[in-house]
């Protein structure tokens, strides 16, 4: 399976922008739907964004829809988030992870997690 690693988190202020990334080895994503999901404490596990194989397909839910932009490059087997206008409700662990089906709303249908990267974002 692939194997996937976070970037890009931190502290920042609300209204800020930040910007993911999801490197991916021992495998190429494009065999893969890619998802960005969010887990603070306390919470279950949500997706934020979720794109297909081909990058010509995304699912944002509504409270990040307009906000975060999900993107992907093939070529170099990465994943990006970009995450605009954010809120102190946007703190959390930021995940990605890959999957075989697109139904974002099944977090159990996705794997190869990786570590997460911390986002805070202070008012």
């Known amino acids: 399976q692939v194997q996937l690693v976070e970037s890009g988190g931190g502290l920042v202020q609300v209204g800020g922008s930040l910007r993911l990334s999801c490197a991916a080895s021992?495998?190429?994503?494009?065999?893969?739907?890619m998802g960005w999901f969010r887990q603070a404490p306390g919470k279950e596990r949500e997706a934020v964004a979720v794109?297909?194989?081909?990058?010509?397909?995304?699912y944002y839910p509504d409270s990040v829809k307009g906000r975060f932009t999900v993107s992907r490059d093939n070529a170099y087997n990465t994943v990006y988030l970009q995450m605009n206008s954010l809120k102190a409700e946007d703190t959390a662990v930021y995940l990605c992870?890959?999957?075989?089906?697109?139904?974002?709303?099944?977090?159990?249908?996705?794997?190869?997690w990786g570590q997460g990267t911390q986002v805070t974002v202070s008012s």
């Open positions: 021992g495998g190429t994503i494009s065999n893969y739907h």
């Open positions: 992870a890959a999957s075989s089906v697109f139904l974002p709303d099944l977090v159990q249908t996705f794997y190869s």
């Open positions: 794109i297909n194989r081909v990058g010509d397909f995304t």
